[in-house]
């Protein structure tokens, strides 16, 4: 059996008493609470059909959620742990409606294994994977990639902190020649032209996010803890994604300076759901053909017709994945 865990996010944003509770606080200033945070596209057994089929090998799921779980779930499976995320979060930070604040804090979960796999809720497995795909060498599997900033919104601000965190600790010359080979590496493709442009910056700037699922270690989480434990905290602390806040990137970009991963190649792709719904065909045939291992299906527009788009992605699941699991009742 793998000694790899997976762990999911989920929130129904039609639950009566999770809205009745959310609306008792006001996000304050830059902070982000919009409808399209909490949507539910009510595929997620879908998620776990995907798992079942092509991921059999992963020792347990852990599915994290404000306290509520879907009707249809079995939460007596062996595999399954079903956790409220007010069991490892500091009283003081409960309740909160920010993801941010509930990734940074994962490492807490008691049950979780060294090395685990984050999803978000739009992410899914479509084809086979092998444990080799996230680990080897009982190390991450990943991309080191540098990028510009480019503004997009509250995202870029984020990521921007994360940056500007990993620049405190990391001296960008000395962090690339210690690995020189896992920053420039042949399986990255024509995207080591990427890395050599960046290269003569004095300092780190935005790395390229695949939006894929992400293969971390429990001890990174732990270790920049111990470090930054006030600025992990602040996060914690804010009930909203807010603009001061850090993300889990910042576990990623960690792994990056220690030299603590394996180089690979992206085995998925991220496609994002327009309100011009001709622009996401593409999105359904890649998941009916089963071109990709694993796929992002991101709502990129929050006024998109979103009862259609809903009926037509879960359609094209439904044709890959037609069976229930055995998580569903």
């Known amino acids: ?17 999770w809205q009745i509770e959310k609306g008792k606080y006001i996000p304050g200033y830059n902070a982000d609470a919009s409808a399209m945070r909490y949507r539910s596209w009510d595929n997620l057994q879908y998620w776990f059909r995907g798992i079942e089929k092509y991921a059999p090998w992963v020792r347990k799921i852990h599915l994290v959620t404000p306290g509520h779980f879907p009707k249809w779930l079995n939460k007596n499976h062996e595999k399954l742990n079903c956790i409220n995320q007010n069991e490892f979060l500091k009283k003081e930070h409960i309740p909160v409606f920010n993801s941010n604040a509930v990734e940074i804090n994962l490492h807490r979960i008691r049950s979780l294994a060294d090395k685990f796999v984050l999803f978000c809720d739009d992410m899914f497995i479509t084809n086979k994977v092998k444990e080799t795909d ?33 620049n405190k600790h990391f001296n960008k010359k000395k962090v690339i020649k210690n690995n020189l080979l896992k920053w420039y590496n042949p399986i990255y493709g024509t995207q080591n032209i990427s890395n050599i442009l960046f290269y003569p910056w004095k300092a780190f700037s935005r790395f390229v996010y695949p939006h894929l699922p992400l293969p971390y270690l429990k001890k990174t989480f732990q270790e920049v803890w111990e470090v930054e434990e006030q600025l992990l905290d602040k996060t914690s602390q804010n009930r909203f994604r807010a603009r001061e806040d850090v993300s889990h990137l ?36 890649a998941i009916v053909k089963q071109k990709y291992k694993m796929i992002c299906v991101n709502e990129f527009e929050d006024d998109i017709d979103f009862d259609t788009e809903k009926q037509k992605l879960n359609k094209a699941f439904e044709t890959i994945f037609p069976e229930k699991s055995s998580f569903e009742i």
Do not use: H
Request: hydrophobic letters at 40%; one cysteine or more; glycine letters at 6%.
């Open 1 to 17: 059996m793998s000694d790899i865990d997976f762990v999911q996010l989920w929130v129904d944003g039609s639950d009566k008493d």
């Open 134 to 166: 996230f680990f080897k060498n009982n190390l991450p599997c990943d991309q080191a990639i540098m990028n510009n900033f480019v503004p997009l919104g509250l995202f870029s601000y984020i990521d921007f902190n994360n940056v500007l965190t990993i």
């Open 250 to 285: 910042l576990f990623r970009y960690w792994k990056f300076m220690k030299g603590e991963f394996c180089p690979s190649s992206v085995l998925g792709k991220k496609f994002d759901i327009f309100k011009n719904g001709n622009l996401n065909t593409q999105i359904y045939k």
